[in-house]
Structure formats: C-alpha cells, structure tokens
C-alpha cells in the first residue's frame, strides 16, 4: 500500500525553519498532509519512493544540487517527477533556467536587459585570448561566474583578463563560465539602487537587496511609484514566461543609465532564512509568511487537477 503526500518537501538548512513552520501550519489548515524530507530522511524517503511505498502528489524542492548529478537531493527530484509528482519547479525546466550560459542567450532574445556577455567554456583553445572587441565590451575590471553557481561560489568581481578564469574555476569547477560587463549600481541616500524579486506562482513580490552587506526590505507603494519600480515586475514576469518557472527570484539593478538590468536571472531554491532569525541577512518574515502561502494555494489547486495521479 502506497502512503501518498499532498505535499512532500526537501530541506537541508535550519534557518528555514520560519518558513517550513509556516508551510506546515498552512498545509494543516487546508486538510493537507505534508512531509519534510530532511537530510537524515532523504535516502529511505528515496528508496521508499523508488519502491512505490510512498508517492507524494507535489514535491517541493528547496535543495537539489543541478551541478551534482549524484547528489541525492538531485536523484530524489528527478525520481519524482519520473513517477508523475508535480515538482516545483520540474528538474527539466528548472535546470534549463538555472544554468545561466543557457538561459542568457534566451534573455537577450527575449529583450530582457542584461549585461554584455561573453560564455565561456572551461575548455578553451590553447593560447585563447579575449579578442581587442570582447576586451572593450567587457570593461575593466569585469565579472566571471560559473554558469551552474550561486551562492557567490566562484564569483570573481575584479577580472582583468582571462587569466582570471582560473580563480573561478579552482573556487567551483563547471563546464562553462560567464564573462560580463560589470554593472555598478546607482546609489540612493547612500544604498545601491538594488532588488530582489520574487515570482511565486503569478504573484511577484519586490524586495530591496544592499548587495554589499547582504540586508532585505520590502519595497514601500511610494517606493515602487516614485522609481517606477513596476518595471521590475514587467522583467520578472517576462523571465517566468520564458522560463516557464513558478517560484523564483531574480537580481535586478539600477544601473547608472538609468536602466533597469538583470544581474542573476533565475534562483529557483530561494533563500528563505528569516529576518527575525537573522535581522542582517534573513529575508523579511512578512514576505517569507506571503510566500508560504501562495505556494499552498498552489499545492491545493493542483491536487485538485485530475491529472496529477500516482503512477
């Protein structure tokens, strides 16, 4: 006999605890059943599915690794969404969006603004250089990221030449590595002009991030209408329909043109941790509680869909 989850949901970090507490009170009102899949859970929860013995009808997925393929998290999801769970987001989809020298391309043809760029593979030409043209679009000092990083993991902000690829490629190793133009912030009363937007399941939420110290708060109406800040939900939403992602959010800043420019494209495992847990980094309890509950909205409505079944 099968033991069938509404809503079964990965977790490796206990700063999160703000918002699984939430996600669990929620799920309990609905009439939800729900799991949390914690790291010393995960490889029975694994095998128990694989064996047909549990199936939950969503999975929501906070800590896969992409880059990883052995990574259990990452067996776990794709497992899932072979035995017809609805993930969130489908590891398909999610991996197309999260690797970023996949999805630049895209953005540009899209129309979405984005820094010039160049991609770069980690296996180059002998003696390859960046030509007199690449040099001059790129500026001085430039950006180097892993296409399959986050979290600051190979970040190199002060790039000269491409002999700085192999501080990236010692701090994360990775297939292909991003070259762009540094985007330097317009300052308003002494903070970056700098945001971090939410999307979660056609809602978007617009957050001030200090990308220097790290510190989250929420955009006031006044705000959002004196810097004409609906253009970062336009962005957003232009990236979900691209992308066809559901929870995501995006890095977006003002950059000294005066125009709006997309400096991460899609983090599809949000960083949840609260600010009443860490008042410098944690992200403002009223949106995580926001959060919370629109994606069990979402798990409710698509339970109720007929064609999420067990296999």
Same mark, same amino acid.
């Given at each position: 006999m099968t033991r069938i989850y509404d809503l079964a949901m990965t977790h490796k970090l206990d700063t999160d605890d703000y918002f699984i507490q939430h996600i669990q009170r929620l799920c309990a009102e609905a009439g939800l059943n729900f799991f949390l899949i914690e790291p010393v859970w995960v490889e029975l929860f694994y095998e128990?599915?694989? &064996?047909?013995?549990? !199936?939950?009808?969503? @999975? %929501?997925? =906070?800590? #896969?690794?992409?880059?990883?393929?052995?990574d259990i998290f990452h067996r776990l999801i794709n497992l899932a969404a072979a035995r017809n769970t609805q993930v969130i987001d489908p590891p398909d989809r999610a991996q197309a969006a999260f690797d970023k020298s996949r999805l630049h391309p895209r953005l540009?043809?899209?129309?979405?603004?984005? $820094? !010039?760029?160049?991609?770069? $593979?980690?296996?180059?030409?002998?003696? !390859?250089? %960046? *030509?007199?043209?690449?040099?001059?679009? @790129?500026?001085?000092?430039? /950006?180097?990221?892993?296409? =399959?990083?986050?979290?600051?993991?190979?970040? /190199?902000? +002060?790039? *000269?030449s491409e002999a700085d690829l192999e501080r990236s490629i010692a701090a994360w190793p990775d297939n292909n590595y991003l070259f762009q133009r540094r985007i330097v912030p317009r300052e308003r009363d002494g903070t970056p002009v700098y945001f971090r937007v939410y999307f979660v399941f056609g809602s978007v939420w617009l957050s001030w991030w200090n990308c220097y110290n790290d510190q989250y708060r929420l955009v006031t109406d006044a705000e959002r209408k004196e810097l004409g800040l609906d253009r970062l939900e336009e962005i957003v939403r232009s990236i979900a329909d691209l992308t066809g992602m559901t929870f995501f959010s995006s890095e977006i800043a003002l950059a000294e043109d005066g125009e709006f420019v997309v400096i991460d494209y899609v983090n599809d495992q949000?960083?949840? @941790? #609260? &600010?009443?847990?860490? $008042?410098? %980094?944690?992200?403002? +309890?009223? @949106?995580?509680?926001?959060?919370?509950?629109?994606?069990?909205?979402?798990?409710?409505?698509?339970?109720?869909?007929?064609?999420?079944?067990? $296999?």
């Amino acid at each position: 006999m099968t033991r069938i989850y509404d809503l079964a949901m990965t977790h490796k970090l206990d700063t999160d605890d703000y918002f699984i507490q939430h996600i669990q009170r929620l799920c309990a009102e609905a009439g939800l059943n729900f799991f949390l899949i914690e790291p010393v859970w995960v490889e029975l929860f694994y095998e128990h599915l694989k &064996q047909g013995k549990v !199936w939950p009808r969503v @999975l %929501l997925n =906070m800590h #896969s690794e992409h880059h990883q393929p052995d990574d259990i998290f990452h067996r776990l999801i794709n497992l899932a969404a072979a035995r017809n769970t609805q993930v969130i987001d489908p590891p398909d989809r999610a991996q197309a969006a999260f690797d970023k020298s996949r999805l630049h391309p895209r953005l540009v043809g899209a129309g979405i603004p984005v $820094p !010039w760029t160049l991609v770069v $593979p980690r296996q180059r030409p002998d003696g !390859w250089k %960046l *030509s007199g043209e690449e040099q001059s679009a @790129l500026g001085r000092p430039f /950006v180097i990221k892993p296409a =399959m990083g986050y979290g600051r993991k190979g970040l /190199v902000l +002060d790039a *000269s030449s491409e002999a700085d690829l192999e501080r990236s490629i010692a701090a994360w190793p990775d297939n292909n590595y991003l070259f762009q133009r540094r985007i330097v912030p317009r300052e308003r009363d002494g903070t970056p002009v700098y945001f971090r937007v939410y999307f979660v399941f056609g809602s978007v939420w617009l957050s001030w991030w200090n990308c220097y110290n790290d510190q989250y708060r929420l955009v006031t109406d006044a705000e959002r209408k004196e810097l004409g800040l609906d253009r970062l939900e336009e962005i957003v939403r232009s990236i979900a329909d691209l992308t066809g992602m559901t929870f995501f959010s995006s890095e977006i800043a003002l950059a000294e043109d005066g125009e709006f420019v997309v400096i991460d494209y899609v983090n599809d495992q949000c960083h949840l @941790l #609260s &600010q009443s847990a860490h $008042p410098q %980094l944690g992200v403002p +309890d009223k @949106l995580i509680s926001a959060i919370a509950k629109k994606i069990v909205e979402a798990v409710q409505a698509a339970i109720r869909q007929p064609a999420t079944s067990s $296999p």
